[in-house]
């Protein structure tokens, strides 16, 4: 079974910085892509990043030179390092498998906001 718990987020300033976590439990964790995803109220559920078993990521264009997913195998954990933030970037934050998503936890709000 699969279970993900997102922390970290917050009320930031714009320019800021905010670091979130995903901690996965599951014998699956070390081969799987893990991902960021956001979502708006209103709005689709929206990928942001992503890195692979072996450390490959990938970007959205709207994050990309300003997030940084990171993942320690040894401790189930993926991050997602999140600088000069800008008040678009407000949403909650979900980590999941990609490309094929399992029950979402709850994420973490993150706002972007003077």
């Known amino acids: 079974q699969v279970q993900l718990v997102e922390s970290g987020g917050g009320l930031v300033q714009p320019g800021g910085s905010l670091r979130l976590s995903c901690a996965a439990s599951?014998?699956?964790?070390?081969?799987?892509?893990m991902g960021w995803y956001r979502q708006v109220p209103g709005k689709e559920r929206e990928y942001v990043a992503s890195i692979t078993s072996s450390g490959i990521t990938n970007y959205a264009n709207s994050v990309k030179g300003r997030f940084t997913i990171s993942r320690d195998n040894a401790k189930n954990m993926v991050y997602l390092q999140m600088n000069s933030l800008k008040p678009e970037d407000t949403a909650v934050y979900y980590c999941n498998l990609v490309p094929s998503p399992r029950p979402w936890g709850q994420g973490t709000q993150v706002t972007v906001s003077s």
């Open positions: 599951g014998s699956f964790f070390k081969f799987a892509t």
